[in-house]
């Protein structure tokens, strides 16, 4: 069932609808609102007829024009009625304006059925995580929160930290491209502690140095599920790469690690790798291997 309207933009609604133990089949709605003022009156109408169900909600501007009109629409429809029943929202790469990430933020915090969210490259600063990481602290059955390419820094990552330690069912965090630095993983890393289902830890181009490895080395032996974990794209240097590699020796469960370009010291990683018995994936690439390491 759908609705055709005007050519630039689709928005898809995906609704699981559960019929007592067993899901029913999936809604899909396509739409294209006539005119700017048309879009937030027709998306809020169609969305406050599912509130009923489960709800995945996709928007993804890639393709195409994001008003704040429109944004305002779907803010609105998730607070008057199915935002209680959210599973999934992902909003990436879309601007988000400041007269809005606080009424994202509290549609969020409503939200307490809400498993993944991905908000990556949507802008989001060290303001806009405070204001979010209060949201994310109610989210206690989120698994999937993708936040990459935003910019999130150190202050921002401290404010993460706090709403992560509600946040124990957590599966898999992105962060990449946030330049939280050293100090930001290691206010995460206490945080991760409490996160033991934690499967996929995705952090390069953070600006991350040997000291701030050492204290996410020394988690690595706390997250007996993590699999994934990427680095790439960091400056590690061979102090980084020791500390790595003392972590990574208790890191049995791990299947895929991306080290590319982090200036590795592969020497001082081998050891630990042949603790690894997990693994499948090593990325080396763009490093100095080495004759030790070779």
């Known amino acids: 069932m759908g609705l055709r309207v005007c050519r630039w933009m689709q928005v898809q609604l995906v609704a699981h609808i559960e019929m007592a133990l067993v899901c029913g089949p999936c ?6 609102p006539k005119s700017r003022d048309y879009e937030a009156q027709d998306i809020c109408s169609t969305l406050s007829k599912l509130r009923n169900c489960k709800v995945v909600l996709v928007w993804n501007s890639r393709r195409h024009q994001t008003t704040p009109l429109l944004l305002d629409g779907i803010i609105a429809a998730i607070a008057n009625g199915f935002g209680k029943k959210l599973t999934q929202l992902t ?3 879309t601007k988000i304006w400041d007269t809005n990430s606080q009424k994202l ?6 939200c307490s059925a809400l498993k993944r969210l991905d ?3 949507i802008g989001i600063n060290q303001t806009g ?6 949201a994310l602290g109610r989210c206690t059955e989120l698994e999937h929160l993708e936040l990459g390419w935003n910019k999130v820094r150190s202050e921002g990552a401290s ?3 706090e709403a992560l330690q509600n946040c ?7 962060l990449a491209g946030n330049n939280i630095g050293d100090s930001g993983i290691c206010v995460l890393a206490s945080a ?6 934690l499967t996929h830890l995705i952090l390069p181009s953070n600006q991350l140095g040997a000291h701030g490895v050492s204290k996410l080395a020394a988690i690595l032996s706390d997250l007996q599920s993590l699999a994934i974990l990427d680095l790439s794209r960091n400056q590690l240097g061979a102090e980084g790469s020791f500390e790595l590699s003392r972590g990574l020796a208790r890191s049995l469960s791990l299947t895929n690690l991306d080290l590319y370009k982090c200036d590795v010291t592969v020497a001082h990683l081998a050891p630990a790798l042949e603790c690894c018995t997990a693994l499948t994936h090593l990325e080396l690439g763009d490093n100095t291997v080495g004759a030790e390491g070779a």
């Not at 809604?27 to 294209?32: E, I, K, T």
């Not at 933020?105 to 409503?110: E, K, L, N, S, W």
């Not at 124990?168 to 992105?174: A, D, E, F, K, N």
């Not at 991760?192 to 289902?197: E, G, H, P, R, V």
């Open 192 to 197: 991760l502690q409490s996160c033991t289902a």
């Open 91 to 93: 909003l990436n790469s």
């Open 119 to 121: 908000l990556s490259v």
């Open 129 to 134: 995580m405070e204001q979010l990481s209060e």
């Open 27 to 32: 809604m899909r709605f396509s739409q294209r």
């Open 159 to 161: 404010k993460l930290a």
């Open 168 to 174: 124990t069912s957590l599966i898999h965090l992105g």
């Open 105 to 110: 933020a509290t549609v969020i915090a409503g």
